[in-house]
């Protein structure tokens, strides 16, 4: 029986875990519909739950045709505009917008008023379209910069005064990497650079973290939300350095050959478990007890057949349609390959 291990970095943010907390507690309330403008995790089997308990998903055009509701704000954030709309249309906010992101909302409309002041510009280092820039960005009147890489700002004009941000999530690497190089440029033009790293510290932990977590394990099974950005991130991480890592979004995409030879005996004798900030534990100890039931009495028995027929397992029936996790589309939309092929 090999050694399953959660890694006990894993699972939901601090902003996560106080924005679900606040649905939770309004949820247990009666009467009035509680709405959550967009997803409020990047996880889909964490959305299905709070849904059961009555939360109702809603997007933005959606929002603008309420009137006298109650509605929850995310972790991510919301531009101005969103406020606006819920004054005019007598809408309730529930406001369990991450206090380091609204701190970040707050710096960056005052280095925007600053900038504007002196003729300079503000970059946010971050994924257009996001939720949580698209907040940032509307702390500007949507006149900030946003940038993904270096090879954007490579394209841009620095003989102005300019102020560099980053979305809370991003890569501190390339976040260096682009800040060294708009400073080089702003001294070559002679105008003022200011660099705020406003990276979430617990974020850029995670990855020395997980870095620290894969190295010591013989295969990593990754879950998350497939939409998650961060979950993108942290696998690719996971999986440069230790190729046998598996993502997948719950327990069902597991399959019993990933993790048994071809006698039916455990192919790794360490396995871990981790995640991204929107994966839930509860999801990450579910995934790891699917693995337990694929090595247990392995000595002969068909896997799965085994455990189709284990009664006292507190899996639900859904839970017999597995697929091979090697075979799943990656986060970036590319076909994961066999580990046992890969040379990395």
């Excluded at 701190?103 to 300079?120: P, S, Y």
Aim: hydrophobic share 35%; with cysteine; glycine share 8%.
């Amino acid at each position: 029986m090999p050694t399953i291990t959660i890694d006990t970095h894993s699972g939901f943010c601090f902003g996560v875990v106080r924005a679900i907390a606040e649905a939770e507690r309004q949820l247990a309330f009666p009467g009035e519909t509680l709405y959550c403008l967009g997803e409020i995790v990047h996880n889909t089997e964490e959305v299905q739950r709070l849904e059961t308990l009555g939360l109702r998903i809603i997007g933005m055009e959606q929002f603008r045709q309420l009137e006298d509701a109650r509605v929850l704000i995310r972790a991510h954030g919301e531009p101005p505009s969103t406020y606006e709309i819920a004054r005019n249309n007598r809408i309730q906010l529930v406001d369990a917008t991450c206090p380091i992101v609204l701190k970040l909302q707050q710096r960056i409309k005052t280095g925007f008023e600053q900038m504007q002041a002196r003729g300079g510009q503000v970059l946010i280092f971050g994924k257009a379209g996001h939720a949580e820039v698209i907040g940032l960005n509307g702390q500007t009147g949507n006149r900030a910069i946003v940038v993904e890489s270096l090879q954007e700002v490579e394209k841009l004009d620095f003989s102005k005064p300019t102020m560099l941000f980053s979305q809370t999530t991003m890569d501190a690497g390339k976040y260096a990497e682009i800040a060294g190089y708009i400073a080089a440029q702003c001294e070559k033009h002679q105008v003022d650079f200011k660099s705020v790293d406003s990276i979430c510290k617990s974020m850029s932990q995670r990855a020395g973290q997980l870095r620290a977590f894969a190295l010591q394990q013989d295969a990593v099974v990754f879950v998350s939300g497939k939409q998650s950005s961060n979950g993108k991130y942290l696998y690719s991480i996971c999986r440069s350095y230790n190729p046998d890592t598996f993502f997948v979004s719950s327990a069902d995409e597991l399959a019993s050959k990933d993790f048994l030879d071809a006698r039916g005996r455990p192919r790794f004798a360490r396995i871990g478990v981790c995640g991204a900030t929107s994966t839930p534990m509860w999801l990450m100890e579910n995934v790891a007890e699917r693995i337990r039931c694929f090595c247990r009495g392995h000595a002969g028995a068909s896997r799965n057949a085994a455990f189709e027929n284990q009664g006292n397992m507190q899996e639900d029936p859904s839970s017999r349609h597995i697929r091979k996790a090697g075979n799943l589309p990656a986060p970036d939309g590319s076909r994961q390959s066999d580990p046992e092929s890969e040379s990395r």
